[in-house]
T-cell receptor
Framework: GDSVTQMEGPVTLSEEAFLTINCTYT??????LFWYVQYPGEGLQLLLK?????DKGSNKGFEATYRKETTSFHLEKGSVQVSDSAVYFC????????????FGKGTRLHILP | EADIYQTPRYLVIGTGKKITLECSQT?????MYWYQQDPGMELHLIHY???????EKGDLSSESTVSRIRTEHFPLTLESARPSHTSQYLC?????????????FGPGTRLTVL
């Protein structure tokens, strides 16, 4: 079945470091891909999305490119801030099927000042 | 940005009590969802609805029940709470944006059953 695999955390970085959180997926057809972020004590917020191969989603300095050849959607940011500390979820949407979203298990990110 | 509300935000109750977790959205979305989030952060879909009078069980078996009498309201009920129900419950709604559905989440209800 469809699935999302993302790197296990926690990931701990110093402020201004470069961030990569790996995400790969398995799906039939052509899913849409998402990154959601969950700040402490809150629900999930959509961070960015991409709907077809080679699309790049971007928001708040974060970027991810839909790579069909490697079935990947890695999240990157050039210079992280303490305020980026959160849990990040990679997800896919089963377009034109049941439209459910399949989430990865989440990656906790800690940014040290 | 979607507005989706959950009450209460925190609830501590004793075993055997009946509880209802409220979820409302003001965007007119047809699709709504309930997720259970365990301490390890993983999300599990427990219920969903594609419209009024439509409810389905999700991927994770749950003793809770849901109803969808109005588009904007999707409450979750536990008839007899137990310590194993202690968890974070997240409600979401979605709309079609282009080819795909984008889900919007409420702030969650953290339930503790003693």
């Amino acid at each position: 079945g469809d699935s999302v695999t993302q790197m296990e955390g926690p990931v701990t970085l110093s402020e201004e470091a470069f961030l990569t959180i790996n995400c790969t997926y398995t799906a039939t057809g052509y899913p849409s891909l998402f990154w959601y972020v969950q700040y402490p004590g809150e629900g999930l917020q959509l961070l960015l999305k991409a709907t077809k191969a080679d699309d790049k989603g971007s928001n708040k300095g974060f970027e991810a490119t839909y790579r069909k050849e490697t079935t990947s959607f890695h999240l990157e940011k050039g210079s992280v801030q303490v305020s980026d500390s959160a849990v990040y979820f990679c997800a896919l949407s089963r377009v034109n099927r049941d439209d459910k979203i399949i989430f990865g298990k989440g990656t906790r990110l800690h940014i040290l000042p | 940005e979607a507005d989706i509300y959950q009450t209460p935000r925190y609830l501590v109750i004793g075993t055997g009590k009946k509880i209802t977790l409220e979820c409302s959205q003001t965007m007119g979305h047809d699709k709504m969802y309930w997720y259970q989030q365990d301490p390890g952060m993983e999300l599990h879909l427990i219920h969903y609805s594609y419209g009024v009078n439509s409810t389905e069980k999700g991927d994770l078996s749950s003793e809770s029940t849901v109803s969808r009498i109005r588009t904007e309201h999707f409450p979750l009920t536990l008839e007899s709470a137990r310590p194993s129900h202690t968890s974070q419950y997240l409600c979401a709604s979605s709309e079609r944006e282009g080819l795909e559905d984008t889900q919007y989440f409420g702030p969650g209800t953290r339930l503790t059953v003693l």
